[in-house]
């Protein structure tokens, strides 16, 4: 049985008081979602104090992005360690937005999830494809391809605790959702993948949808066997949208 995740990726929005009122609220509403893991990925600047805003709750803060390095000469990057140092224990890697925009490429997503994994900490894996793509039949060819870079050389504890997120770039923030069928058919393709490399990996990892989930939609896409939550941008920014969302998780 796979525990359901709720991430909310906060992307790059916020202020002190913004954030202070959006985890009021989370905290206010959160009892409608027992049972599934909550997390808020705030921008890396912000990680601190969201940290403490949740002490002593069971909601999880994660990071949007984090460099593979342990230290050094890397201007402007954050390690892992120094996201350990304010309790993240998720790192979103490999999200559309940094592969298109920063040029991240699968060897360096799968350099970042392995070096997550090598840290304690849990990679929330992205991968998805672009509307050309999925229209010229090619969607499981690119999320295979994207998936496969950061699963080769991972071992079976590694490939099963590691996230995935099904994130078709065409329905991130656009309003456009997958239909559930569409996302559904990609799940499993996504875990027979590592199926593929260890069954009980397969059994075991969870795979989240990402692309205008919303309070309306999210029922039925969790409601699918191979999904088994969401990452959300937009919607996670309002309080009630969000907790409604992970309700639909639980
Ligand atoms: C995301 O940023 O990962 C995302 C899925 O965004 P949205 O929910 O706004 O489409």
């Known amino acids: 049985m796979r525990r359901s995740i709720v991430a909310g990726n906060w992307k790059m929005n916020g202020n002190l008081e913004v954030n202070a009122e959006l985890i009021a609220g989370i905290l206010k509403e959160k009892s409608s979602a027992q049972g599934i893991e909550v997390l808020v990925c705030p921008p890396a600047i912000y990680v601190a104090q969201v ?113 995935v997120a099904y994130e078709p770039v065409w329905a991130i923030g656009t309003g456009r959702t997958a239909t559930p069928e569409q996302a559904q058919e990609v799940h499993a393709a996504l875990r027979a993948l590592i199926a593929e490399a260890d069954g009980k990996a397969g059994l075991e990892v969870r795979i989240l949808y990402g692309g205008s989930v919303n309070a309306e939609n999210a029922a039925q896409l969790f409601d699918k066997p191979d999904i088994d939550g969401g990452l959300v941008g937009g919607a996670s920014l309002k309080a009630k949208d969000f907790i409604a969302i992970c309700s639909a998780a639980a």
């Open 51 to 163: 940290s403490g805003l949740l002490e002593g709750s069971d909601i999880g803060v994660g990071a949007q992005n984090a460099s593979a390095f342990e230290s050094g000469a890397f201007t402007g990057e954050v390690s892992l360690p120094m996201l350990a140092d304010f309790a993240v224990r998720y790192v979103i890697v490999g999200h559309s937005e940094r592969r298109a925009l920063f040029a991240e490429s699968d060897g360096q997503v799968a350099e970042k999830a392995r070096a997550v994994l090598l840290a304690g900490m849990t990679p929330i894996v992205c991968v998805g494809e672009t509307l050309e793509e999925r229209e010229a039949g090619g969607t499981l060819e690119v999320v295979s391809r994207q998936l496969r870079a950061v699963c080769d050389g991972l071992d079976a504890d590694q490939l099963a605790g590691m996230v």
